[in-house]
């Protein structure tokens, strides 16, 4: 009895070992690789071209008509610890989301705090339209006031510390050290009081942990003003004749 | 009669045996290629840049892309056509149309799968799923559990594609999306660990389902300098039986695959081109009769 199991069993191993070998297995000899730059060198496919022209046009009818001239190139990596173009950004949001935020509340932004990541692109010197605004802030974040305690202050310091990083600020100074750790942080000319609270303007994004922002993080209160980064961008370069940007020394490292 | 069935087989099986080696000299010339090629964070360029671009001028465009993917599968019609992730965001189509007419246009070219970056979820999870009617090509994410939201059953964990015979299987891994991505946007998405789930699906592509050649599309990124962050070659040295990752997120141009040895000595090859439509990634695997013993004896020209 046993000897028949085993003989069936070995039986079995010898079908399946044939069942999966099929007689010439394949492997894989050689392996090329390479990249192929898409350029002018490749005709556009006619039938691809036609298929977006309609979208194109629609866009461009919205996204290319002027709205103020930038006297210089400005780029987010010139600069240390503030750059011309993250000053201005941050600033325009003070200046466009302050009085939404005074309408509704009845209180003052302290500061404003977003991401160096965040802008996207660099502004050519010459004409800015929509188009500016898409290629600076292409993602559909929103602009929202956080009510922050002095303890979270303290924690946002320190992500400030360790990141080195020209995060655009407005309406609060910062100086560090060589190693980067605060000597001296002021919010309207006044040491950070970590007895009160402050109002930070910043993206929804940043505000829900992105960028490990995490102090942004079940804030005291959190009010929404429903108007979208771009949205302030486009609206301040249509308020704007010509774009006003520099380096200052509201962020800055001493010797 | 079954009996004399089992005499025959198992002479068979004992004449491949002892020829072994020598089986090669008596093959067919039955070399077959298999063309993969590749794209990543596309990030919803259409369009190709103007000639003023100061970076990459008039580099990209889907309807070159459109062109030379043509060409090549005219060549070649044992083609896969994959992307990495991010094919949403950094143009105004994305803003304007919320990624319609980016899987459209993939469609038209045929891609064959995409994995899922985190720019993806940009217009949260009900914004992808409104445009996967779109899309005639599969999204392929293994380490993405969505069963607790509206993708569930939009994905597939692996999927296999056989081209003249040869059995591709194809996996796909996302970013850690907590920190990246907004948690009102991804949802309930539980994000699994990439080497516990890599080594669940080369398993099964590998050893169950046989496949021929295993292939991860990964929007994990290329490589950082924390070595504790999971990466393309991280992964690719932590696990065994991937021969080609295909990766994303980092923005890293390679002007040529790079080759990486996993756990079991044998090599695998990490690629990734940049960023926007501006490079076509294409790596031909050359199949024949020749078994190598070793991976190493693959000879691989990159």
Same mark, same amino acid.
């Given at each position: 009895m046993k000897l028949r199991f085993y003989t069936f069993f070995i039986l079995l191993i010898f079908i399946s070992a044939c069942k999966n070998n099929p007689p010439a297995p394949l492997s894989v000899s050689t392996i090329n690789g390479k990249r192929i730059p898409i350029d002018t060198t490749i005709a556009p496919d006619p039938e691809i071209e036609n298929y977006i022209r309609p979208y194109t046009l629609h866009l461009n009818s919205t996204l290319d008509s002027t709205l103020a001239y930038n006297p210089q190139n400005l780029s987010i990596r010139d600069g240390k610890l503030n750059t011309a173009l993250g000053n201005m950004i941050a600033d325009l949001v003070m200046e466009q989301a302050n009085p939404i935020f005074k309408s509704r509340t009845g209180k003052n932004i302290d500061f404003v705090l977003l991401n160096y990541g965040g802008i996207r692109a660099d502004i050519g010197e010459g004409n800015v339209s929509t188009r500016t605004g898409y290629q600076l802030m292409p993602f559909e974040n929103d602009i929202v006031i956080v009510e922050l305690s002095g303890k979270k202050m303290l924690e946002m310091l320190s992500y400030l510390e360790d990141a080195k990083i020209a995060h655009p600020i407005s309406g609060i100074q910062l100086r560090v050290d060589k190693k980067f750790k605060t000597i001296n942080a002021t919010i309207g000319n006044k040491p950070i009081d970590k007895e009160r609270t402050y109002f930070v303007a910043t993206s929804d994004y940043l505000q829900q /942990? /992105?960028?490990?922002?995490?102090?942004?993080?079940?804030?005291l209160n959190l009010y929404t003003i429903d108007y979208k980064l771009r949205n302030a961008i486009i609206d301040y370069f249509q308020k704007v004749d010509t774009l006003r940007a520099a380096i200052d020394n509201r962020y800055i490292q001493t010797p | 009669m079954k009996r004399r069935n089992f005499i025959t087989q198992t002479a068979a099986t004992g004449a491949f045996i002892g020829l072994g080696g020598l089986s090669v000299s008596f093959s067919k010339n039955t070399k077959k290629q298999i063309t993969i090629l590749h794209t990543n964070d596309v990030h919803s360029h259409i369009e190709p840049f103007g000639? #003023?671009? &100061?970076? *990459? &001028?008039s580099m990209g465009g889907v309807a070159r892309r459109a062109t030379l993917i043509q060409q090549i599968r005219a060549e070649n019609p044992n083609t896969l056509l994959l992307d990495a992730g991010d094919m949403f965001q950094g143009t105004p189509y994305f803003n304007f149309y919320g990624g319609e007419l980016e899987f459209k246009l993939m469609s038209k070219m045929k891609y064959d799968a995409a994995t899922i970056g985190n720019h993806d979820f940009d217009n949260g999870l009900s914004g992808l799923l409104a445009q996967m009617p779109h899309a005639n090509f599969d999204f392929i994410s293994? *380490?993405?559990?969505?069963? *607790?939201? $509206?993708?569930?059953?939009?994905? =597939?964990p692996h999927k296999i594609f056989v081209k003249d015979g040869i059995k591709i299987g194809i996996f796909g891994l996302g970013v850690e999306l907590k920190g990246l991505v907004n948690d009102n946007l991804y949802k309930e998405t539980k994000y699994l660990d990439p080497v516990e789930i890599a080594t669940d699906m080369t398993k099964i592509l590998?050893?169950?389902? +046989?496949?021929d050649l295993v292939i991860c599309l990964s929007h994990l990124g290329y490589e950082y300098k924390n070595e504790s962050t999971i990466s393309d070659v991280q992964l690719a040295t932590r696990t065994k039986d991937i021969d080609l990752i295909i990766g994303g997120h980092t923005h890293t141009f390679l002007d040529k695959p790079t080759i990486h040895q996993n756990l079991k000595g044998k090599k695998v090859l990490v690629n990734q081109v940049g960023c926007y439509g501006l490079y076509l990634g294409r790596i031909d695997f050359y199949l024949d009769e #020749? +078994? *190598? $013993?070793?991976? =190493?004896g693959v000879s691989i020209s990159v």
């Amino acid at each position: 009895m046993k000897l028949r199991f085993y003989t069936f069993f070995i039986l079995l191993i010898f079908i399946s070992a044939c069942k999966n070998n099929p007689p010439a297995p394949l492997s894989v000899s050689t392996i090329n690789g390479k990249r192929i730059p898409i350029d002018t060198t490749i005709a556009p496919d006619p039938e691809i071209e036609n298929y977006i022209r309609p979208y194109t046009l629609h866009l461009n009818s919205t996204l290319d008509s002027t709205l103020a001239y930038n006297p210089q190139n400005l780029s987010i990596r010139d600069g240390k610890l503030n750059t011309a173009l993250g000053n201005m950004i941050a600033d325009l949001v003070m200046e466009q989301a302050n009085p939404i935020f005074k309408s509704r509340t009845g209180k003052n932004i302290d500061f404003v705090l977003l991401n160096y990541g965040g802008i996207r692109a660099d502004i050519g010197e010459g004409n800015v339209s929509t188009r500016t605004g898409y290629q600076l802030m292409p993602f559909e974040n929103d602009i929202v006031i956080v009510e922050l305690s002095g303890k979270k202050m303290l924690e946002m310091l320190s992500y400030l510390e360790d990141a080195k990083i020209a995060h655009p600020i407005s309406g609060i100074q910062l100086r560090v050290d060589k190693k980067f750790k605060t000597i001296n942080a002021t919010i309207g000319n006044k040491p950070i009081d970590k007895e009160r609270t402050y109002f930070v303007a910043t993206s929804d994004y940043l505000q829900q /942990g /992105g960028d490990s922002m995490f102090f942004f993080n079940e804030p005291l209160n959190l009010y929404t003003i429903d108007y979208k980064l771009r949205n302030a961008i486009i609206d301040y370069f249509q308020k704007v004749d010509t774009l006003r940007a520099a380096i200052d020394n509201r962020y800055i490292q001493t010797p | 009669m079954k009996r004399r069935n089992f005499i025959t087989q198992t002479a068979a099986t004992g004449a491949f045996i002892g020829l072994g080696g020598l089986s090669v000299s008596f093959s067919k010339n039955t070399k077959k290629q298999i063309t993969i090629l590749h794209t990543n964070d596309v990030h919803s360029h259409i369009e190709p840049f103007g000639p #003023n671009h &100061p970076k *990459n &001028p008039s580099m990209g465009g889907v309807a070159r892309r459109a062109t030379l993917i043509q060409q090549i599968r005219a060549e070649n019609p044992n083609t896969l056509l994959l992307d990495a992730g991010d094919m949403f965001q950094g143009t105004p189509y994305f803003n304007f149309y919320g990624g319609e007419l980016e899987f459209k246009l993939m469609s038209k070219m045929k891609y064959d799968a995409a994995t899922i970056g985190n720019h993806d979820f940009d217009n949260g999870l009900s914004g992808l799923l409104a445009q996967m009617p779109h899309a005639n090509f599969d999204f392929i994410s293994s *380490n993405y559990d969505f069963s *607790n939201t $509206i993708l569930d059953g939009q994905t =597939s964990p692996h999927k296999i594609f056989v081209k003249d015979g040869i059995k591709i299987g194809i996996f796909g891994l996302g970013v850690e999306l907590k920190g990246l991505v907004n948690d009102n946007l991804y949802k309930e998405t539980k994000y699994l660990d990439p080497v516990e789930i890599a080594t669940d699906m080369t398993k099964i592509l590998k050893q169950d389902k +046989k496949c021929d050649l295993v292939i991860c599309l990964s929007h994990l990124g290329y490589e950082y300098k924390n070595e504790s962050t999971i990466s393309d070659v991280q992964l690719a040295t932590r696990t065994k039986d991937i021969d080609l990752i295909i990766g994303g997120h980092t923005h890293t141009f390679l002007d040529k695959p790079t080759i990486h040895q996993n756990l079991k000595g044998k090599k695998v090859l990490v690629n990734q081109v940049g960023c926007y439509g501006l490079y076509l990634g294409r790596i031909d695997f050359y199949l024949d009769e #020749n +078994k *190598n $013993i070793e991976g =190493s004896g693959v000879s691989i020209s990159v």
